[in-house]
């Protein structure tokens, strides 16, 4: 009879001890407005259909259930971060990038409030780490103005990216979790050089246009290097298994990209071709607002309506350090439609990291 017992414990008990899955999700959930002005950013959607979309957004990521979930552009970025945590059970650490000069909820821009948020499953056990606790701007990337920020008071005259970093515990093991948003100015990519061609072929751009936008291109591509190798130069002695995902606003060949690769850790999102399409209704509202703001058209607004016309990939998740029990599958996109209301102008990421010892 014990026998049998343990027999039957042994075999309801063996998916649970030796395949485990942890379901990682990262979704950049836009924060709907142009991200320029002094008093108040131009929205893309009335105040109705943000909190129609808002409401979407959370019934869709009941559906997909993550285990860890990495959020970007949740504005505003306390009352939202904390809201999707009570409605998925979950914990929840954040910070914010963007947000003007602001005391508590009141503040200019009026509508601009952006963050970062990493949420878990309470039984992950959540926490935020610092890893360079030393600094004074710790969690903002290197290569904006200064700045000042934190949960209730923020001090800022122009753009900031952020990083925030969080540590779990699962099957026995310490995992470190890393959530970013990159500086967004067009990169120096291939499928960008391949527009300022065609462009040129058509004479619909000159040559003091082309080398304006491609010093632009090289001057955001420098930052967003510099934050790179900052992340990878202050995780370089982790030896704990890290997943870094977020919006990295950079195509595949970027060299931001390539800098990952190169230290060490692998993108599990290589086999996903886009994650920002043209045909979704929220781009399409972007690139009508574009048309009819870009003024003058001139080569450079041309080539920015022409960019907004091309798919890209933005979204990434990468791992580095796990054990031989570890096995990640290639990550799948969600599609940002729930219930036929759009959720966001990206798709989401996701990937399953099992546990087969």
């Known amino acids: ?71 970007q552009e949740l504005s505003p970025i306390r009352k939202r971060a904390y809201h999707i945590a009570e409605a998925l059970g979950m914990d929840v650490i954040l910070r914010g990038d963007n947000s003007g000069i602001r005391i508590g909820p009141v503040g200019l821009p009026l509508n601009l409030n952006m963050g970062v948020a990493i949420f878990a499953k309470k039984e992950l056990n959540l926490i935020q780490v610092e890893v360079e606790p030393w600094r004074m701007s710790r969690g903002v990337l290197p290569g904006f103005p200064w700045g000042f920020a934190n949960k209730w008071i923020s001090f800022q005259l122009s753009e900031r990216r952020v990083y925030l970093v969080g540590q779990i515990q699962w099957q026995g093991q310490e995992l470190v979790l890393l959530n970013t948003h990159f500086h967004s100015d067009p990169d120096l990519s291939s499928v960008n050089l391949e527009i300022i061609q065609s462009l040129e072929q058509e004479r619909s751009i000159t040559s003091a246009e082309v080398q304006a936008i491609k010093t632009q291109m090289k001057h955001s591509d420098a930052i967003r290097d510099q934050g790179a190798d900052f992340l990878i130069e202050v995780l370089k002695g982790e030896s704990r298994p890290i997943i870094v995902a977020g919006d990295f606003n950079v195509h595949s060949d970027n060299k931001l990209i390539k800098k990952f690769i190169g230290a060490g850790y692998i993108d599990y999102t290589s086999g996903i071709p886009f994650t920002w399409e043209p045909d979704n209704p929220l781009v399409k509202c972007q690139e009508t607002f574009n048309q009819t703001h870009l003024a003058p058209l001139n080569g450079v607004s041309r080539f920015m309506i022409q960019r907004d016309l091309v798919p890209r990939k933005l979204d990434y998740i990468f791992g580095r350090g796990f054990t031989p029990v570890m096995k990640v599958d290639k990550a799948t996109r969600i599609d940002p439609v729930f219930n036929k209301l759009p959720l966001s102008d990206h798709h989401a990421v996701q990937v399953l990291l099992h546990y087969c010892q």
């Open 1 to 71: 009879m014990t026998r049998i017992v343990i027999g039957v414990a042994v075999f309801f008990l063996y998916p649970i001890a030796m395949a485990d899955t942890l379901k990682i999700v990262d979704f950049n959930v836009w924060m709907g407005n142009t991200g320029r002005g002094k008093i108040q950013m131009p929205d893309f959607e009335t105040k109705s259909q943000r909190t129609s979309r808002y409401e979407a957004q959370v019934e869709a990521l009941k559906a997909l259930a993550p285990d860890v979930l990495f959020l």
